[in-house]
Protein backbone atom coordinates (compact mmCIF):
# COMPACT_ATOMS: atom_id res chain seq x y z
CA UNK A 1 0.00 0.00 0.00
CA UNK A 2 1.53 3.31 -0.97
CA UNK A 3 1.16 5.84 1.80
CA UNK A 4 1.52 9.31 1.02
CA UNK A 5 2.86 11.78 3.23
CA UNK A 6 1.32 15.67 2.31
CA UNK A 7 1.88 19.40 4.31
CA UNK A 8 -1.72 19.41 5.00
CA UNK A 9 -3.32 16.49 3.97
CA UNK A 10 -3.23 13.52 6.54
CA UNK A 11 -1.57 10.03 5.69
CA UNK A 12 -3.78 7.60 3.95
CA UNK A 13 -3.57 4.51 2.47
CA UNK A 14 -4.64 3.04 -1.40
CA UNK A 15 -7.01 0.19 -0.47
CA UNK A 16 -6.11 -1.43 -3.94
CA UNK A 17 -8.71 -2.83 -6.22
CA UNK A 18 -12.26 -3.79 -5.19
CA UNK A 19 -12.48 -7.24 -4.16
CA UNK A 20 -16.51 -6.92 -3.53
CA UNK A 21 -17.67 -8.22 -7.16
CA UNK A 22 -15.32 -11.19 -7.41
CA UNK A 23 -16.60 -12.52 -3.60
CA UNK A 24 -20.37 -12.07 -5.18
CA UNK A 25 -19.24 -14.22 -8.39
CA UNK A 26 -17.41 -16.73 -6.17
CA UNK A 27 -20.36 -17.19 -3.98
CA UNK A 28 -22.58 -18.03 -6.92
CA UNK A 29 -20.60 -20.17 -8.19
CA UNK A 30 -20.29 -22.04 -4.94
CA UNK A 31 -23.92 -22.00 -4.35
CA UNK A 32 -24.67 -23.38 -7.88
CA UNK A 33 -22.40 -26.39 -7.11
CA UNK A 34 -23.56 -27.22 -3.80
CA UNK A 35 -26.94 -27.28 -5.04
CA UNK A 36 -26.27 -29.21 -8.32
CA UNK A 37 -23.26 -31.76 -7.30
CA UNK A 38 -23.93 -34.93 -5.62
CA UNK A 39 -21.54 -36.79 -3.77
CA UNK A 40 -22.65 -40.03 -2.11
CA UNK A 41 -25.76 -41.65 -3.14
CA UNK A 42 -27.99 -44.24 -1.82
CA UNK A 43 -28.38 -46.72 -4.97
CA UNK A 44 -27.25 -50.04 -5.07
CA UNK A 45 -26.59 -52.37 -7.95
CA UNK A 46 -27.15 -56.55 -7.67
CA UNK A 47 -25.32 -58.16 -10.40
CA UNK A 48 -26.40 -61.25 -12.00
CA UNK A 49 -23.72 -63.25 -12.99
CA UNK A 50 -25.79 -66.02 -14.80
CA UNK A 51 -27.64 -66.01 -17.92
CA UNK A 52 -31.30 -66.32 -18.53
CA UNK A 53 -32.15 -70.42 -18.26
CA UNK A 54 -34.71 -72.41 -20.15
CA UNK A 55 -36.31 -74.42 -16.95
CA UNK A 56 -37.57 -77.15 -19.50
CA UNK A 57 -34.51 -78.24 -20.96
CA UNK A 58 -32.46 -81.43 -19.32
CA UNK A 59 -28.55 -82.44 -18.25
CA UNK A 60 -26.64 -83.11 -21.60
CA UNK A 61 -25.14 -86.39 -20.45
CA UNK A 62 -25.98 -88.32 -17.25
CA UNK A 63 -23.60 -87.71 -14.18
CA UNK A 64 -20.42 -89.64 -13.73
CA UNK A 65 -20.70 -92.52 -10.99
CA UNK A 66 -19.71 -90.80 -7.50
CA UNK A 67 -20.25 -86.85 -9.13
CA UNK A 68 -22.85 -84.42 -7.78
CA UNK A 69 -24.54 -83.28 -10.94
CA UNK A 70 -25.06 -79.51 -11.27
CA UNK A 71 -28.73 -78.91 -11.25
CA UNK A 72 -29.86 -76.10 -10.91
CA UNK A 73 -32.22 -75.47 -7.79
CA UNK A 74 -35.55 -73.94 -8.64
CA UNK A 75 -36.64 -71.15 -6.56
CA UNK A 76 -40.52 -70.51 -7.49
CA UNK A 77 -42.34 -67.49 -6.19
CA UNK A 78 -46.12 -66.89 -6.72
CA UNK A 79 -48.30 -64.56 -5.56
CA UNK A 80 -50.66 -65.30 -2.59
CA UNK A 81 -53.62 -63.22 -2.10
CA UNK A 82 -53.55 -59.68 -0.50
CA UNK A 83 -50.60 -58.92 -2.44
CA UNK A 84 -47.98 -61.17 -1.10
CA UNK A 85 -45.90 -63.85 -2.08
CA UNK A 86 -44.75 -67.27 -1.20
CA UNK A 87 -41.38 -68.45 -2.47
CA UNK A 88 -40.99 -72.08 -2.58
CA UNK A 89 -37.90 -74.47 -3.26
CA UNK A 90 -37.67 -78.24 -2.26
CA UNK A 91 -38.07 -77.86 1.06
CA UNK A 92 -37.59 -74.26 1.73
CA UNK A 93 -40.62 -72.91 2.28
CA UNK A 94 -40.80 -68.09 2.76
CA UNK A 95 -43.32 -65.69 2.38
CA UNK A 96 -40.15 -62.81 2.87
CA UNK A 97 -36.82 -62.24 2.08
CA UNK A 98 -36.07 -62.53 5.72
CA UNK A 99 -37.23 -65.96 6.03
CA UNK A 100 -36.27 -67.26 3.19
CA UNK A 101 -32.53 -66.08 3.40
CA UNK A 102 -31.64 -67.95 6.75
CA UNK A 103 -33.05 -70.72 4.96
CA UNK A 104 -31.27 -70.44 1.77
CA UNK A 105 -27.85 -70.21 4.15
CA UNK A 106 -28.28 -73.33 5.45
CA UNK A 107 -29.18 -74.75 2.16
CA UNK A 108 -25.70 -72.60 0.74
CA UNK A 109 -23.64 -74.22 3.90
CA UNK A 110 -25.01 -77.49 3.04
CA UNK A 111 -23.62 -77.78 -0.64
CA UNK A 112 -20.45 -76.59 0.43
CA UNK A 113 -19.51 -78.64 3.03
CA UNK A 114 -20.36 -82.05 0.72
CA UNK A 115 -17.37 -80.59 -1.34
CA UNK A 116 -19.58 -78.11 -3.95
CA UNK A 117 -18.37 -74.38 -4.64
CA UNK A 118 -20.18 -71.61 -5.44
CA UNK A 119 -19.63 -71.53 -8.98
CA UNK A 120 -21.11 -74.66 -9.43
CA UNK A 121 -23.68 -73.86 -7.97
CA UNK A 122 -26.67 -72.44 -9.69
CA UNK A 123 -29.75 -71.11 -8.50
CA UNK A 124 -32.81 -70.40 -10.75
CA UNK A 125 -35.54 -67.94 -9.90
CA UNK A 126 -39.18 -68.89 -11.77
CA UNK A 127 -41.38 -66.13 -10.63
CA UNK A 128 -44.72 -66.13 -12.04
CA UNK A 129 -45.78 -63.11 -13.95
CA UNK A 130 -47.61 -61.29 -11.64
CA UNK A 131 -44.91 -61.03 -9.27
CA UNK A 132 -43.98 -57.49 -8.38
CA UNK A 133 -40.51 -56.01 -9.61
CA UNK A 134 -39.86 -55.03 -5.74
CA UNK A 135 -40.85 -58.86 -4.64
CA UNK A 136 -38.80 -60.37 -6.89
CA UNK A 137 -35.66 -58.08 -5.97
CA UNK A 138 -36.38 -59.26 -2.43
CA UNK A 139 -36.24 -62.34 -3.38
CA UNK A 140 -33.04 -62.26 -5.06
CA UNK A 141 -31.57 -60.23 -2.69
CA UNK A 142 -31.74 -63.14 0.35
CA UNK A 143 -30.36 -65.35 -2.24
CA UNK A 144 -27.40 -63.36 -2.83
CA UNK A 145 -27.38 -63.08 0.55
CA UNK A 146 -27.17 -66.49 1.40
CA UNK A 147 -23.98 -66.78 -0.63
CA UNK A 148 -25.31 -68.24 -3.97
CA UNK A 149 -23.71 -66.26 -6.97
CA UNK A 150 -25.00 -67.68 -9.99
CA UNK A 151 -28.41 -66.78 -9.66
CA UNK A 152 -30.29 -66.38 -12.47
CA UNK A 153 -34.62 -65.77 -14.25
CA UNK A 154 -36.46 -68.80 -16.07
CA UNK A 155 -37.97 -68.03 -19.01
CA UNK A 156 -40.19 -70.27 -19.05
CA UNK A 157 -42.71 -70.18 -16.58
CA UNK B 1 16.88 3.69 20.98
CA UNK B 2 16.14 0.57 19.08
CA UNK B 3 13.66 0.66 16.64
CA UNK B 4 11.39 -2.51 16.97
CA UNK B 5 9.73 -3.81 14.06
CA UNK B 6 5.86 -4.20 14.75
CA UNK B 7 3.12 -5.10 12.08
CA UNK B 8 1.81 -1.89 11.07
CA UNK B 9 -1.65 -1.13 11.96
CA UNK B 10 -4.75 -1.23 9.47
CA UNK B 11 -5.95 2.28 8.02
CA UNK B 12 -7.53 0.50 5.50
CA UNK B 13 -11.38 1.37 5.13
CA UNK B 14 -12.73 -2.20 4.09
CA UNK B 15 -11.44 -5.72 6.24
CA UNK B 16 -9.38 -7.70 4.19
CA UNK B 17 -11.30 -10.53 2.27
CA UNK B 18 -8.18 -12.30 0.18
CA UNK B 19 -8.30 -14.87 2.72
CA UNK B 20 -11.59 -15.23 2.45
CA UNK B 21 -11.14 -15.87 -1.27
CA UNK B 22 -8.31 -18.57 -1.04
CA UNK B 23 -10.54 -20.27 1.10
CA UNK B 24 -14.00 -20.01 -1.33
CA UNK B 25 -11.61 -20.66 -4.14
CA UNK B 26 -10.32 -23.65 -2.44
CA UNK B 27 -14.06 -24.90 -1.84
CA UNK B 28 -14.98 -24.64 -5.73
CA UNK B 29 -11.91 -26.67 -6.70
CA UNK B 30 -12.99 -29.46 -4.10
CA UNK B 31 -16.48 -29.43 -5.89
CA UNK B 32 -15.53 -29.46 -9.31
CA UNK B 33 -13.48 -32.35 -8.61
CA UNK B 34 -15.58 -34.37 -6.50
CA UNK B 35 -19.14 -33.75 -7.31
CA UNK B 36 -20.59 -35.87 -9.75
CA UNK B 37 -22.87 -33.25 -12.43
CA UNK B 38 -24.81 -35.24 -14.83
CA UNK B 39 -23.43 -38.53 -14.54
CA UNK B 40 -26.60 -40.48 -14.90
CA UNK B 41 -27.00 -40.28 -18.19
CA UNK B 42 -29.97 -42.13 -19.55
CA UNK B 43 -31.80 -42.67 -16.32
CA UNK B 44 -35.53 -41.80 -15.55
CA UNK B 45 -35.29 -40.53 -12.17
CA UNK B 46 -39.36 -41.06 -11.88
CA UNK B 47 -38.94 -44.89 -11.31
CA UNK B 48 -39.42 -46.02 -8.16
CA UNK B 49 -36.48 -48.11 -7.55
CA UNK B 50 -36.89 -51.09 -4.98
CA UNK B 51 -35.10 -50.75 -1.36
CA UNK B 52 -32.34 -53.36 -0.68
CA UNK B 53 -29.74 -53.73 2.15
CA UNK B 54 -27.30 -56.54 -0.34
CA UNK B 55 -25.61 -54.31 -3.13
CA UNK B 56 -22.63 -53.01 -4.72
CA UNK B 57 -21.69 -49.42 -6.04
CA UNK B 58 -21.21 -49.50 -9.44
CA UNK B 59 -18.81 -47.23 -11.68
CA UNK B 60 -21.22 -45.48 -14.73
CA UNK B 61 -19.36 -46.24 -17.36
CA UNK B 62 -19.75 -47.96 -20.27
CA UNK B 63 -22.84 -49.34 -19.38
CA UNK B 64 -26.34 -49.13 -20.64
CA UNK B 65 -29.45 -47.69 -18.61
CA UNK B 66 -32.46 -49.56 -19.63
CA UNK B 67 -35.40 -48.11 -17.85
CA UNK B 68 -38.82 -50.29 -17.36
CA UNK B 69 -42.20 -48.92 -16.20
CA UNK B 70 -45.34 -49.42 -17.26
CA UNK B 71 -48.14 -46.90 -18.31
CA UNK B 72 -51.67 -47.35 -18.60
CA UNK B 73 -53.67 -47.73 -21.86
CA UNK B 74 -57.58 -48.35 -21.98
CA UNK B 75 -57.16 -49.84 -18.42
CA UNK B 76 -54.44 -52.07 -18.92
CA UNK B 77 -50.97 -51.88 -18.00
CA UNK B 78 -48.60 -51.88 -20.61
CA UNK B 79 -45.04 -52.07 -20.87
CA UNK B 80 -43.14 -48.96 -21.22
CA UNK B 81 -39.15 -49.08 -21.63
CA UNK B 82 -36.42 -46.61 -22.14
CA UNK B 83 -33.00 -46.42 -23.03
CA UNK B 84 -30.34 -44.52 -24.29
CA UNK B 85 -29.86 -45.68 -27.13
CA UNK B 86 -30.63 -42.92 -29.89
CA UNK B 87 -28.11 -42.74 -32.31
CA UNK B 88 -27.30 -39.56 -32.39
CA UNK B 89 -25.79 -40.21 -28.77
CA UNK B 90 -27.68 -37.42 -27.37
CA UNK B 91 -27.86 -39.49 -23.92
CA UNK B 92 -30.95 -38.70 -23.28
CA UNK B 93 -33.79 -42.19 -23.12
CA UNK B 94 -35.68 -42.55 -25.30
CA UNK B 95 -39.10 -44.89 -25.46
CA UNK B 96 -38.57 -48.26 -27.39
CA UNK B 97 -40.58 -51.14 -28.23
CA UNK B 98 -39.66 -54.42 -26.75
CA UNK B 99 -42.14 -56.14 -29.17
CA UNK B 100 -40.29 -60.08 -29.97
CA UNK B 101 -37.33 -60.21 -27.12
CA UNK B 102 -35.03 -61.54 -29.81
CA UNK B 103 -35.46 -59.47 -32.68
CA UNK B 104 -37.46 -56.68 -31.88
CA UNK B 105 -36.65 -52.59 -31.57
CA UNK B 106 -35.27 -53.20 -27.87
CA UNK B 107 -33.34 -56.42 -29.03
CA UNK B 108 -31.59 -54.58 -32.18
CA UNK B 109 -30.67 -51.37 -29.86
CA UNK B 110 -28.99 -53.55 -27.49
CA UNK B 111 -27.29 -55.88 -29.94
CA UNK B 112 -26.01 -52.38 -31.83
CA UNK B 113 -24.43 -51.63 -28.37
CA UNK B 114 -23.19 -54.84 -28.09
CA UNK B 115 -21.12 -55.00 -31.78
CA UNK B 116 -21.34 -52.17 -33.18
CA UNK B 117 -23.46 -50.56 -36.31
CA UNK B 118 -23.63 -54.41 -38.21
CA UNK B 119 -25.00 -55.84 -35.15
CA UNK B 120 -22.63 -59.02 -36.03
CA UNK B 121 -19.49 -60.09 -33.94
CA UNK B 122 -16.17 -59.00 -35.53
CA UNK B 123 -15.64 -55.88 -37.01
CA UNK B 124 -13.88 -52.44 -36.40
CA UNK B 125 -14.65 -48.42 -35.97
CA UNK B 126 -18.04 -48.13 -35.94
CA UNK B 127 -18.44 -52.06 -36.31
CA UNK B 128 -16.09 -52.62 -33.09
CA UNK B 129 -17.51 -54.90 -30.49
CA UNK B 130 -18.01 -54.53 -26.95
CA UNK B 131 -17.46 -57.11 -24.89
CA UNK B 132 -17.49 -55.32 -21.65
CA UNK B 133 -20.58 -53.34 -21.86
CA UNK B 134 -23.36 -53.64 -18.94
CA UNK B 135 -26.83 -52.86 -18.65
CA UNK B 136 -28.04 -51.81 -15.77
CA UNK B 137 -31.51 -52.49 -15.44
CA UNK B 138 -34.02 -49.75 -13.31
CA UNK B 139 -37.42 -51.18 -13.27
CA UNK B 140 -40.38 -49.79 -10.99
CA UNK B 141 -40.79 -51.01 -7.44
CA UNK B 142 -44.36 -51.01 -7.93
CA UNK B 143 -45.65 -51.17 -11.18
CA UNK B 144 -43.30 -53.52 -13.06
CA UNK B 145 -44.61 -57.25 -12.58
CA UNK B 146 -42.54 -59.79 -13.66
CA UNK B 147 -44.29 -60.47 -17.26
CA UNK B 148 -43.31 -57.07 -18.20
CA UNK B 149 -39.84 -57.44 -17.35
CA UNK B 150 -39.44 -61.00 -18.72
CA UNK B 151 -39.33 -59.82 -22.76
CA UNK B 152 -36.76 -57.36 -21.36
CA UNK B 153 -33.83 -59.96 -19.55
CA UNK B 154 -34.61 -61.85 -22.97
CA UNK B 155 -33.53 -59.13 -25.34
CA UNK B 156 -30.35 -58.07 -22.83
CA UNK B 157 -30.05 -62.57 -23.31
CA UNK B 158 -30.63 -62.64 -26.88
CA UNK B 159 -27.92 -59.44 -27.79
CA UNK B 160 -25.18 -61.89 -25.41
CA UNK B 161 -24.55 -59.22 -22.41
CA UNK B 162 -23.27 -60.92 -19.78
CA UNK B 163 -23.33 -58.36 -17.51
CA UNK B 164 -26.46 -56.87 -15.77
CA UNK B 165 -27.22 -55.09 -13.07
CA UNK B 166 -30.63 -53.94 -10.98
CA UNK B 167 -30.81 -51.08 -9.89
CA UNK B 168 -31.38 -50.60 -6.13
CA UNK B 169 -31.61 -47.97 -3.32
CA UNK B 170 -30.07 -48.32 -0.32
CA UNK B 171 -33.16 -49.00 2.71
CA UNK B 172 -33.49 -46.29 4.86
CA UNK B 173 -31.17 -45.92 8.46
CA UNK B 174 -29.09 -49.05 7.21
CA UNK B 175 -25.46 -48.59 6.20
CA UNK B 176 -24.49 -51.90 6.42
CA UNK B 177 -26.09 -55.48 5.46
CA UNK B 178 -28.01 -57.32 8.90
CA UNK B 179 -27.68 -61.10 9.36
Known amino acids: MAKHYGAKNPARF ?22 VGSFATDQLFLQQKAGLLDVGSTAAKPPEPGEIPDEPIIVRVDPTGGGGFVVRADDIQATTGDVLYPQMKQRFETLTSIGKTSDKITVVIQPNGEIGYGQLIEVYEAILKAGFEKVSFATAK | MINRRH ?7 HP ?3 PLIDVMLCIIVFYMLAAKIGVTAGADDAINLPESLFGNKLELTNTLIINVTTINLSGQDVTRVTAAVDESGSGEPVAIEVDNPNTGPLAQALLRARYGQDRREGGTGINADNPKLSVVVRADAGRVKYRNLAPVLQAIAAAKIENINYNTRMKENQTVPTE
Open chain 1, 14 to 35: ESGPNMTPLVDVVMVILIFLML
Open chain 2, 7 to 13: IPESHSE
Open chain 2, 16 to 18: NVV
